[in-house]
C-alpha cells in the first residue's frame, strides 16, 4: 500500500528561525515521483515541487531545500530564514499508478514576528 | 492565465437539496479530479477522470455524481445532499502521468445544514 505521513502535525517558529518539515513515505514502486504543495491561509493549494525516485541531489530554491533520501523513504523540506508569509499548511504527496494524488495529512507552519 | 476556476466558492445548502460545483480549466490538460478536504483527514479523491469521456471512482465517490462535459470542464453533483458532505472541495488537472503535478483551483466551501 501507498501512504504518506507528516507526523508533524503544527510547528511554530519565530521569523529568521530555520525550520524542517519532514515528509516519510511507503511505495512498492521502483519508479516514483513526490510533490510538495503549501496550503496558504487564503486556502488554495500551490505546486511547489516534484522528486523522482532516480535523482538523490539535494534541491535549493531560494530559501527553500529538499532533502530525498531513498534510504530512509523520507523526502523532507527546509525552509532557511523562515518569514510571516511561509505560515501555511504544507502537504507532501505521492502519485498513484492511477494519477490520484496521496497526501499526508499536512504540517501546518506558524512563522511568529 | 486562469488556470483552474472552481465555482461557486461558497455555498450553503439545505439537507436533501442537490448541487453542482462546476471547474474549468485552460491549461489543456488531459486529467481532471474533484477532492475534498476535511479537517484532520487531509484530501481524499472523490472522482478523476484520465481524459475526456472518462471518469472513474476515487476513494470517497458515495452521494457523488461526476460529468466530464469536454476536455475544459469537469462537474461535480450532488443529488441529496447530507451535513457529512460539508467540507472544501477542489478541482484540480494536470497531463496524464504519474511525473505531472496536479494544479488546484481556490476551492469551494460548502455547507450543509
Known amino acids: 500500500a501507498q501512504k504518506v505521513t507528516q507526523a508533524q502535525t503544527e510547528i511554530s517558529v519565530v521569523e529568521k528561525e530555520d525550520v524542517t518539515l519532514d515528509c516519510v513515505y511507503e511505495t512498492r514502486d521502483t519508479t516514483y515521483y513526490l510533490f510538495w504543495y503549501k496550503q496558504p491561509p487564503s486556502g488554495e493549494l500551490v505546486f511547489l515541487i516534484r522528486?523522482?525516485?532516480?535523482?538523490?541531489q539535494n534541491e535549493i530554491s531560494g530559501r527553500y531545500s529538499w532533502n530525498f533520501q531513498k534510504s530512509t523513504s523520507s523526502f523532507n523540506f527546509t525552509i532557511t530564514a523562515s518569514q510571516v508569509v511561509d505560515s501555511a499548511v504544507y502537504f507532501c504527496a505521492l502519485p498513484s499508478n492511477t494519477g490520484k494524488l496521496i497526501f499526508g495529512q499536512g504540517t501546518t507552519l506558524q512563522v511568529k514576528p | 492565465n486562469a488556470g483552474v476556476t472552481q465555482t461557486p466558492k461558497f455555498q450553503v445548502l439545505k439537507t436533501g437539496q442537490s448541487m453542482t460545483l462546476q471547474c474549468a480549466q485552460d491549461?489543456?490538460?488531459?486529467?481532471m479530479y474533484w477532492y475534498r478536504q476535511d479537517p484532520g483527514m487531509g484530501l481524499r479523491l472523490i472522482y478523476y477522470?484520465?481524459?475526456?469521456?472518462?471518469?472513474d471512482k476515487g476513494e470517497v465517490p458515495n452521494g457523488y455524481n461526476v460529468s466530464r462535459l469536454n476536455k475544459r470542464e469537469f462537474s461535480l453533483r450532488l443529488e441529496s445532499a447530507a451535513p457529512s458532505q460539508t467540507s472544501v472541495y477542489f478541482c484540480a488537472s494536470s497531463e496524464w502521468g504519474r511525473n505531472q503535478p496536479q494544479h488546484f483551483g481556490d476551492g469551494t466551501r460548502l455547507s450543509i445544514l
Open positions: 491549461m489543456n490538460h488531459n486529467s
Open positions: 477522470s484520465a481524459s475526456e469521456g472518462t471518469t
Open positions: 522528486r523522482n525516485s532516480f535523482d538523490e
